[in-house]
């Protein structure tokens, strides 16, 4: 088992930045994929960014690249999201999620998630 807690949402103007954290425990951290998605009211739930378990690849969603990083640090169990030059339309639940075998932009890829955090991004 994994248990994922998010941290870090909050309410932001826009252009503002935030940084989300998510904490793991349980099964090696390491060794996991891990992933960030977003569920705005009313929408499906959408990929934001990617990290592979060692750290070394990463990849984007067009909405936030450029604007977003994802980073973790094995040794404190932690992936992190900064986001800068936030927009409203960047308002929704972040849910951090981790994969066993091999994560992607598909939430199916995806064996555990975390309750989320909320962003909320003012005109």
């Known amino acids: 088992q994994v248990q994922l807690v998010e941290s870090g949402g909050g309410l932001v103007q826009a252009g503002g930045s935030l940084r989300l954290s998510c904490a793991a425990s349980g099964r090696s951290f390491s060794n996991q994929d891990m992933g960030w998605f977003r569920q705005a009211p009313g929408k499906e739930r959408e990929f934001v960014a990617g990290i592979s378990s060692s750290g070394g690849r990463t990849a984007y969603a067009d909405s936030v690249k450029g604007r977003s990083t994802i980073s973790r640090d094995n040794a404190k169990n932690t992936v992190y999201l900064q986001m800068n030059s936030l927009k409203p339309e960047d308002t929704a639940v972040y849910y951090c999620?981790?994969?066993?075998?091999?994560?992607?932009?598909?939430?199916?890829?995806?064996?555990?998630w975390g309750q989320g955090t909320q962003v909320t991004v003012s005109f």
């Open positions: 999620a981790a994969s066993v075998y091999s994560g992607s932009a598909y939430s199916r890829s995806y064996d555990y």
